[in-house]
């Protein structure tokens, strides 16, 4: 069982920046491919950014490119998600989500994944 954990959200205004952390436990960290989506209450869950098991590759959903980063630190059991330059269409719950089984590179579609952090909430005035 993967347990995971997520921390960093809050009320900011736009432009600001926020850091959103996810530690997770039960298995070999560092072997899985990791993944954010953020969920808007009646709206599907939407991927936003992933990164491969040792951090070499990043994909971003073109809503956020070149405004939030993805990286992990793999000593730490910790995934991270940077966001710049937040716009009130970020407001959401944000989700860190790790797979059963170990992509060749961590899928964009929730359906993949198993495991699910409770969520943090972003919420960004105007």
């Known amino acids: 069982q993967v347990h995971l954990v997520e921390s960093g959200g809050g009320v900011v205004q736009a432009g600001n920046s926020l850091r959103l952390s996810c530690v997770g436990s039960g298995r070999v960290f560092s072997s899985y491919g990791m993944a954010w989506f953020r969920q808007a209450p009646g709206k599907e869950r939407e991927f936003v950014a992933a990164i ?26 910790t995934l991270y998600l940077r966001m710049d330059n937040l716009s009130p269409n970020d407001t959401d719950v944000y989700y860190c989500t790790a797979p059963s089984k170990a992509y060749i590179f961590p899928p964009t579609v929730p359906t993949a994944y198993e495991f699910w952090g409770q969520g943090t909430q972003v919420t960004v005035s105007s």
């Open 52 to 77: 491969s098991s040792r951090g070499a590759t990043t994909k971003y959903a073109d809503s956020v490119k070149g405004r939030f980063i993805i990286s992990r630190d793999n000593d730490k059991h």
